[in-house]
């Protein structure tokens, strides 16, 4: 069961560019979202995240929006650096321990 | 580093061996997860502890699987008759949360598992 989704596999953009990457859930009972960052051969790295009582939250270039009656939220990444190519994962939690997370989206920022 | 750590960072076995991983958490961090990821997929949730009691596990974790945090600190996880459909990722996650609610969690590099 696929909770949470993302339907893009990969997005590429220019240098200087936004990137916006988005995810949707389908439990209702999620009220907290996350979103890391994968290298190879790395764990994923802890990026931005948002409790469902905000519709925004800011830090630095990383925007993360939610919109909770769409049950989606996008990343904005502006201006993109070719630094931030690497796989991203959106994750979503309520109560209790277990973190469910999409597939991921390959982000290429073109220099 | 004070870092989530995790010992192997590669393994490789043959089919019906027993493998056991480890996981060292931040310090201060009170829980600890481990999930399985394989290719084009996000990482999938195996079990987790709080403290020292494993208060969740997944149906994904079979009964091979075996995960243990006897003092609240490390864990292992341990596959017993590995087969080749145990081949991914495996990852741990360490987070503070002072209640019930879920909180922010770090993740370590992650042991790599193949079974030939």
């Known amino acids: 069961d696929q909770q949470v989704k993302q339907n893009s596999p990969s997005l590429s953009v220019q240098e200087g560019r936004i990137s916006i990457l988005n995810c949707d859930y389908t439990?209702?009972?999620?009220?907290?979202f996350l979103w890391y960052k994968k290298y190879p051969a790395e764990g994923p790295t802890f990026l931005i995240s948002?409790?469902?009582?905000?519709d925004k939250n800011e830090d630095g270039r990383f925007t993360v929006f939610l919109n909770k009656s769409a049950k989606h939220l996008s990343l904005h990444i502006v201006p993109s650096q070719p630094g931030d190519s690497a796989v991203y994962f959106c994750?979503?939690?309520?109560?209790?321990?277990?973190?469910?997370f999409g597939a991921g989206t390959r982000l290429t920022v073109k220099p | 580093d004070t870092g989530v750590s995790q010992d192997p960072r590669h393994k490789i076995t043959k089919r019906g061996q027993n493998v056991t991983f480890r996981c060292d958490p931040i310090?201060?961090?009170?829980?600890l997860y481990w999930y399985r990821q394989t290719l084009g997929q996000g990482p999938e949730f195996l079990t987790y502890?709080?403290?020292?009691?494993?208060?969740?596990k997944s149906r994904l974790l079979s009964d091979r699987f075996s995960a243990e945090r006897p003092k609240g600190s490390f864990s292992t996880l341990e596959i017993q008759r590995t087969e080749q459909g145990d081949s991914a990722m495996y990852l741990c996650?360490?987070?503070?949360?002072?209640?019930?609610?879920?909180?922010?969690?770090?993740f370590g590099p992650g042991t790599r598992l193949t079974v030939l």
């Open positions: 996650a360490s987070s503070w949360a002072p209640g019930v609610r879920a909180d922010t969690q770090y």
């Open positions: 439990n209702s009972m999620f009220d907290y």
């Open positions: 948002i409790s469902s009582i905000k």
């Open positions: 994750a979503a939690s309520g109560d209790g321990g277990d973190m469910r």
């Open positions: 310090s201060e961090h009170n829980r």
């Open positions: 502890f709080q403290n020292e009691a494993q208060l969740e």
